[in-house]
């Protein structure tokens, strides 16, 4: 009789013992010492997970269906029922090729009589092999989730990561790989290259993706631009976890290439549209500024260039207006805002400075002699609560008294304690960093005047929060202390001389 041989393990059962080679030899020896031949062997190390497609049992399927009759195939011989079947439905569709090609199921372990006992056997076989797969599964999951909840991935990390033989932390940072990940968020996030220039830029730098393919692709790299992975979180079936590993990006960084990734940040591509990318956004509806460079002939055969500034949303809502802005007026206008931080009188700019630089050290006067009370107060209220239990423990204090005075006493020194939590210490250096960023604004102007693009960028930065464009106007939300300079100074002069 004509046979063929059908062997499969899981990964899962691979580790544990149950070898192709062992399914293999004791099917061989069944076939030969019963007298089978066997016309073909089916081998297989495949998932039991749910949804998982078998491949080579169709194949399987397919071709015994084929070739039964050709081949004079009578069996598929395995070595238990749950080898071959995972569930019901491989049963059924097994039983139904025995109904239509003769094809029966022959096992080195398991035996099934004829008749309805045997068929009952069989089915009861295949229910417990749904059963093992089914339970094993939920089993798996459970184990998985929990892994998670703990704050750990399931399977193999991430690139950037390395698994490690460690049970209280299985994984960290790679030395090599993880200075690629921060490379790449740093340098994307900058809002002015396409994948192809990050890719060229980390070849040159000798960043490795990995030995088979040194180059990172544009996959790879949308893949570790949008894995939460490297922001300390983990993602599993649609709900965030956070993780226990150390962290390789920050949020703001991640969330800064999302931006981009999204069409919310539109990329500059050169470095004449500088003020493109992100940097300024659209007043009316929130989308980055875009610069575009417009060519024209001239009749006499030169060339003219403009570059515009214009908003980045091509689905612009009604009654949006048009916002297009000239480089130049850009520049113009920007330069303006500054020059409003500027206090032109320079002996005014003087009394600012020994003002701030009085101010820090009567701060710290007053901040030492705020400190020196709470701390006389604690140690008063400490004292009293000594005192009140050592009157409670000599027999002087009832008990009823002593609650309801610790608890009163308890309370004020909590409260004290956090004063003393609030009151910050002003440092030696903190009156210069003052007077420094004081300079600093009042030279802005100048600065942005005779820098180059990517240096009046870190200006904007360094000096805004928001820089919106509209149709008519710009304008920049100042950070702290800038926005103070901005709204102005208000002085009362009394002689005209004195300030």
């Not at 480089?327 to 700019?349: F, G, N, P, S, W």
């Not at 600093?440 to 820089?467: C, G």
């Amino acid at each position: 009789m004509n046979v063929i041989v059908w062997a499969r393990v899981s990964s899962r059962e691979q580790r544990e013992g149950y070898s192709l080679d062992a399914q293999l030899r004791a099917a061989r020896d069944r076939a030969q010492n019963t007298g089978w031949t066997v016309v073909r062997e089916f081998v297989v190390a495949e998932s039991a997970k749910r949804g998982a497609e078998r491949l080579v049992f169709n194949e399987m399927f397919k071709w015994v269906k084929a070739n039964a009759k050709r081949e004079n195939i009578k069996a598929i011989l395995s070595h238990k029922l749950d080898r071959v079947c995972r569930n019901m439905r491989d049963a059924v569709r097994l039983q139904e090729l025995e109904d239509s090609c003769g094809v029966q199921l022959a096992f080195v372990d398991n035996q099934f009589g004829p008749g309805a006992a045997g068929a009952l056997s069989f089915n009861v076989m295949a229910a417990v092999a749904q059963y093992y797969s089914d339970n094993l599964r939920s089993e798996v999951l459970k184990g998985m989730d929990e892994k998670v909840r703990q704050g750990w991935p399931t399977g193999g990390a991430p690139y950037g990561y390395m698994n490690v033989d460690d049970r209280e932390c299985p994984v960290i940072p790679h030395p090599e790989k993880s200075k690629a990940v921060i490379r790449i968020f740093e340098v994307y996030a900058r809002g002015n290259v396409t994948f192809k220039e990050l890719a060229d830029l980390l070849a040159r730098e000798g960043y490795i993706y990995q030995p088979s393919q040194p180059r990172f692709h544009r996959t790879a790299l949308s893949y570790i631009l949008n894995n939460r992975f490297y922001v300390g979180e983990i993602v599993r079936r649609g709900q965030t976890y956070p993780g226990k590993f150390q962290a390789l990006i920050s949020r703001e960084l991640f969330q800064t290439c999302q931006d981009i990734l999204s069409g919310k940040n539109r990329r500059g591509r050169s470095a004449d549209t500088s003020l493109a990318g992100g940097i300024l956004r659209c007043a009316h509806c929130g989308f980055a500024i875009t610069g575009e460079r417009i060519r024209r002939k001239l009749a006499n055969g030169a060339i003219n260039e403009h570059i515009y500034y214009r908003c980045g949303n091509n689905h612009k809502p009604a009654g949006h207006p048009k916002v297009r802005w000239r480089h130049e007026d850009v520049d113009a206008a920007i330069l303006r805002d500054l020059q409003t931080l500027q206090i032109k009188r320079a002996d005014i700019r003087q009394v600012v400075r020994s003002t701030l630089n009085a101010s820090c050290d009567n701060l710290n006067d007053h901040q030492n002699r705020q400190r020196t009370t709470l701390a006389r107060r604690q140690s008063e209220l400490q004292g009293m609560l000594d005192r009140l239990l050592n009157a409670y423990l000599g027999g002087t204090v009832d008990e009823g008294t002593l609650q309801k005075k610790s608890e009163e006493l308890k309370r004020e020194l909590s409260l004290v304690n956090e004063a003393l939590e609030r009151v910050t210490k002003v440092g030696p250096g903190d009156s210069a960093t003052a007077v420094a960023v004081f300079d600093f604004s009042q030279e802005v102007a100048e600065y942005w005047q005779r820098s180059t693009w990517p240096a009046r960028r870190e200006i904007l930065v360094s000096v805004s929060l928001n820089r919106a464009l509209s149709d008519v106007s710009l304008c920049l939300t100042k950070r702290k202390p800038f926005d103070l300079l901005a709204e102005g100074l208000l002085f009362g002069e009394s002689r005209g001389d004195k300030i």
